[in-house]
């Protein structure tokens, strides 16, 4: 797992009433924000809140860019 992950519903992909209305970042603040950074720390805890049915997942789908795939 990342050391982080920056949320930005604007770059999602699958950003519609259907996917954000069961993401985790819709049920915890209520509307998409501008931008979030959730830590590793976080991002265990909203897993386990999501194994266990207590939240959905994130459905963040982000474009991957040349740049990024060669770095990986």
Do not use: F
Request: with cysteine.
């Amino acid at each position: 797992m990342s050391d982080s992950v920056v949320v930005d519903c604007d770059r999602c992909l699958v950003k519609s009433p259907s996917a954000c209305g069961d993401c985790v970042v819709t049920v915890l603040l209520g509307s998409p924000p501008v931008g979030i950074e959730i830590d590793s720390e976080e991002l265990k805890a909203l897993a386990a809140l999501c194994d266990v049915g207590l939240v959905p997942p994130l459905r963040l789908v982000t474009a991957v860019t040349q740049s990024e795939i060669q770095a990986g």
